[in-house]
């Protein structure tokens, strides 16, 4: 079962669908200066083209009006708000319960001084140094404006780790931090030279409540131009000896048998719909033959709204539909699954990979026969052949066992 493909006449089942080749959307050529008008048309047409695909698809909506500006703007639509539940998800369980010494607070609030009562939430959860506290912000201001693209959803939120250590130890935590989420936003499909770490020291004034003495950010370049997406700074004891408050100082400070001192506190943090965005570009393809161009998301698993689809290859045979349908309904309780007859093979796959699904899993006569059916890993790009009990194990180490 390695022969089904999208062809434009949405009848033929003859093309192998691992041999269809990205069309780039990258320009590694070195750009002389005539050839840099062409270029700067090529990036508004592809940004014009990938607008187009989301709205389509409903990852976007296009708000009309945005005061008095007649250009209107672009905020998550429906399945743009499911990937923001995704990722809110992965967060939690990779970045916050996955290191135990972090402490998950649910509400989600503004940016208040949660380092007042560091040691409230150390003691309630029986945490010593180094210890963090994770929580999402609301964040009421627009995320791109420029002359391209205006991207606007509002309340915009933010992940923030705010982790806190020896001061000894404190530049050694930046490095850890920086290489757990690097390695992390690689497992959610980062894996281009669009994503840039840069790396400052001592950049901002002491006195500033933005002050650092050393950090990350994480930049993306989108096809409208370069924007952080996120961070991770070493903001040493900087709040503590800064609080306005001077009467409560002495209380914030830690006690160890060794010693008495402020903390230092690393923060990590993530603009999720900035993120969203930056993935869904990152993950956009463009495959095709002659003038037939296709049009998809290869979205991770941990990410995608709609996990999995369930095809039966003859939508004419009851056998072979009642067949999935009872496979559906197994794997379904545990995972966000599509059923889908309607229309033929070509029509119904091509309308899957363009809502991002990771997995296709296609059932035919094998399947009535031996039990086992194809599944087709479009993330990974491979094929394999798996009985029910298989597959949900299959989803399961693939941490997509939560429904969108």
């Known amino acids: 079962m390695n022969n089904i493909n999208i062809d434009d006449s949405r009848d033929s089942v003859d093309l192998d669908i691992e041999n269809l080749e990205d069309i ?24 014009v083209e990938f607008e187009t695909f989301l709205i389509s698809k409903d990852y976007f909506t296009r708000v009309k009006d945005f005061g008095d500006s007649i250009q209107g703007y672009w905020k998550l639509g429906v399945y743009g708000n499911l990937i923001q539940m995704n990722f809110m998800k992965w967060w939690y369980y990779e970045m916050i319960t996955n290191p135990s010494n972090v402490i998950p607070i649910e509400k989600i609030d503004s940016d208040s001084k949660v380092y007042l009562n560091y040691k409230n939430y150390a003691s309630a959860n029986k945490k010593k140094i180094p210890f963090g506290i994770g929580r999402t912000l609301k964040v009421d201001r627009i995320q791109f404006d420029s002359s391209n693209f205006i991207f606007v959803n509002k309340p915009s939120k933010h992940q923030l780790i705010e982790f806190f250590v020896k001061p000894e130890r404190s530049n050694s935590w930046l490095e850890s931090w920086f290489s757990i989420l ?3 936003l690689k497992s959610i499909g980062f894996n281009s030279d669009n994503l840039t770490w840069f ?14 003495y050393e950090k990350y950010d994480i930049v993306y370049e989108f096809p409208f131009g370069k924007e952080v997406i996120g961070f991770i700074n070493n903001k040493t004891d900087h709040d503590f000896k800064n609080e306005e408050n001077k009467q409560i100082l002495e209380t914030l400070k830690y006690e160890d048998s060794e010693d008495s001192y402020f903390p230092h506190i690393i923060r990590v943090s993530i603009d999720i719909e900035k993120t969203i965005l930056a993935i869904l570009w990152e993950r956009f393809r463009k495959n095709g033959f002659y003038d037939v161009i296709n049009r ?5 698993p941990k990410l995608a709204p709609i996990k999995a689809v369930i095809l039966p290859e003859d939508s004419s045979s009851d056998e072979c539909i009642e067949s999935a349908r009872s496979m559906y309904k197994r794997i379904s309780e545990k ?3 599509s059923f889908e007859t309607k229309s033929c093979i070509s029509f119904r796959i091509r309308h899957y990979r363009e ?50």
Do not use: M
Request: aromatic residues 12%; proline residues 1%; negative net charge.
């Open 24 to 47: 780039s959307l990258e320009n590694d050529e070195t750009v002389d200066e005539e050839d840099l008008d062409s270029l700067l048309k090529r990036g508004k047409s592809e940004l």
């Open 335 to 337: 995972n966000n699954i």
């Open 355 to 404: 809502l991002g699904v990771p997995y296709f899993i296609f059932v035919n006569d094998s399947y009535l026969k031996n039990g086992k059916v194809d599944l087709f890993d479009a993330y990974n790009e491979g094929w394999l052949n798996l009985n029910e009990d298989e597959i949900i194990l299959y989803f399961d180490k693939n941490s997509i066992s939560l429904k969108a």
């Open 182 to 184: 690097k390695t992390k």
């Open 296 to 300: 998809s998301v290869v979205l991770s």
């Open 199 to 212: 790396h400052k020291k001592d950049a901002v004034d002491i006195s500033s409540d933005n002050y650092f």
